[in-house]
């Protein structure tokens, strides 16, 4: 099929592997979203069919080897599978007010587009002819073999173009689309929301494009922290409000709540309320609320609170047998007469 491989540039016998990486440096160069000619659409497609029709011949040829037909069928049915572009993968960081509420949020999407001051070619023209600095003017280059054409200036020592300075003659500009994505209630960290048809393109323009997936990262919090579905908060407390007990206002992401410590000793401890952790989703059942509650003594006493607190101590002391066992046993062992 000669105009097939003039069209990738091969010779006639070239082998799968050979055909394959043709097309694939080709289709980098007319693919349409890189390249903007007006004919790039059409010739990008003549490529694909030059392509499909050379590893037909191959796979119809009488005399490829069983082996190498099962692989060749392989490849298409893996070929035929992929019927869309690959997908992306990136991070979305997220707060623990919007892991409980979700609602929407605005993300920017960066993508690599032809350069729009030399059209995706890298170079871009110069008033001056400049002399070539690859072969330095002499439009030779000398290799082990002796003296070649020096292709960066088609052997005239001079060029009339150069890297283009807006791309660094790479071709490509990123190219920027603002989505906006929905969040349900109850994402945690590596959950993952999919965006259909934001992903890679396929090598085909006529194949859908891939997914663009974000894996959820919940951002680091002063005081809320995250084991499994539950959520956890330290909450100070007064250590003579954990002796008598009482109602007791808590942080949530959700809102503020109200919740009730029974009276009891003054260390730390926790209370466990159901289902006001991370909300349900997907399967999974809420998570709970975890409240640590840390004893905190009085500082700076002034002359009015160090009076009160004497005169609870002496109130305690004269039934410390009932208040304070521990300190009436070790007083009556070792402060008797």
């Not at 082990?144 to 052997?155: I, R, T, W």
């Not at 001079?158 to 349900?184: D, F, H, I, K, N």
């Not at 908060?233 to 954990?242: D, T, Y």
Request: proline share 6%; hydrophobic share 40%; net charge negative.
């Amino acid at each position: 099929m000669p105009d097939a491989h003039h069209l990738l540039g091969l010779q006639p016998g070239a082998s799968r592997a050979q055909i394959k990486r043709a097309f694939r440096q080709l289709a980098m160069q007319w693919h349409p979203d890189r390249n903007p000619a007006p004919d790039a659409v059409e010739h990008f497609k003549a490529l694909r069919r030059a392509h499909d029709a050379l590893l037909e011949a191959l796979l119809e040829d009488t005399d490829a080897d069983v082996e190498t037909a099962a692989t060749a069928a392989a490849e298409r049915a893996q070929q035929r599978a992929t019927e869309r572009g690959a997908d992306r993968w990136e991070t979305l960081e997220i707060s623990f007010e919007e892991a409980f509420a979700g609602g929407a949020r605005a993300i920017c999407v960066r993508s690599p587009l032809p350069c729009a001051h030399c059209n995706g070619s890298g170079t871009e023209e110069v008033s001056v002819s400049q002399v070539c600095a690859l072969c330095h003017g002499s439009g030779r280059l000398r290799t082990a073999q002796g003296l070649v054409h020096c292709d960066a200036c088609d052997g005239r020592g001079y060029t009339r173009t150069r890297a283009c300075r807006a791309c660094g003659g790479s071709g490509e500009q990123v190219g920027e689309r603002w989505l906006e994505v929905t969040l349900p209630p109850g994402l945690v960290d590596d959950d993952t929301l999919r965006l259909a048809g934001e992903g890679e393109p396929h090598a085909d323009p006529s194949h859908p494009r891939g997914d663009l997936r974000l894996r959820v990262r919940l951002s680091p919090h002063r005081i809320f922290r995250r084991e499994g579905r539950n959520l956890v908060v330290q909450r100070p407390v007064s250590a003579l409000r954990m002796l008598v007990g009482g109602s007791l206002r808590i942080p949530h992401p959700a809102g503020m709540r109200s919740v009730t410590l029974d009276a009891g000793l003054a260390h730390c401890r926790q209370l466990r309320v159901e289902g006001a952790g991370f909300p349900a989703r997907a399967g999974r059942t809420a998570g709970d609320l975890i409240v640590e509650f840390i004893p905190m003594l009085p500082e700076a006493l002034d002359a009015r609170v160090r009076t009160l607190i004497e005169q609870l101590d002496n109130e305690l002391g004269a039934s410390a047998e009932r208040h304070l066992p521990e300190l009436a046993r070790w007083e009556a062992d070792w402060l008797t007469d």
